[in-house]
């Protein structure tokens, strides 16, 4: 046996719920820091089941009865406690909208969600033309345009093929 398997049962060992096979009998012969080992958790449970818990006072739940009346006969904040709670849980909900919505709004009128982009305004007509922007903008609204040019380019292999067999 190696000694991680040994360490692994040491408590059962210890505590007597598991039995002392001739196997483990030979390593702890052996090996001296898992006999050391095995010795110091026999001594650590036979501390525990020595241990006695100590009995709780006699009073403890006199005093804690009169604790507990002391709290309910307390007199309530009066109608700032009924009150505050409900005004604190608006005014965070209030402060929650206004951060989601400047998340969501980065103050040029465009409103993104998730991949999705919403613009107020269009976005094309600000663009410069020759921009990445002005470029994509212009092949978004031109896009049947330049479909069809796609057809005349297939319609102008089509006759070369044919002129030159």
């Not at 009128?109 to 600000?126: E, K, L, M, T």
Request: proline share 5%.
């Amino acid at each position: 046996m190696k000694c991680e398997e040994i360490r692994e049962m040491m408590p059962d060992l210890a505590s007597g719920m598991a039995k002392v096979t001739p196997e483990i009998k030979g390593h702890l012969a052996g090996c001296g820091a898992c006999s050391g080992k095995l010795e110091e958790f026999r001594k650590t449970m036979a501390l525990l089941e020595e241990w006695q818990a100590p009995e709780p006072s006699p009073y403890f739940d006199v005093r804690l009865r009169a604790r507990l009346r002391e709290e309910v006969a307390k007199p309530q904040a009066g109608w700032m406690g009924w009150f505050r709670r409900p005004v604190l849980a608006a005014a965070m909900t209030v402060l929650m909208a206004i951060g989601v919505g400047m998340v969501f709004s980065n103050g040029d009128g465009i409103y993104r969600h998730g991949d999705n982009v919403v613009a107020d305004n269009d976005v094309s007509s600000q663009a410069e033309p020759g921009t990445a922007v002005g470029d994509l903008s212009a092949l978004d609204k031109n896009h049947d345009l330049y479909s069809d040019f796609e057809l005349l380019d297939d319609l102008q292999v089509q006759q070369n093929v044919s002129a030159n067999p």
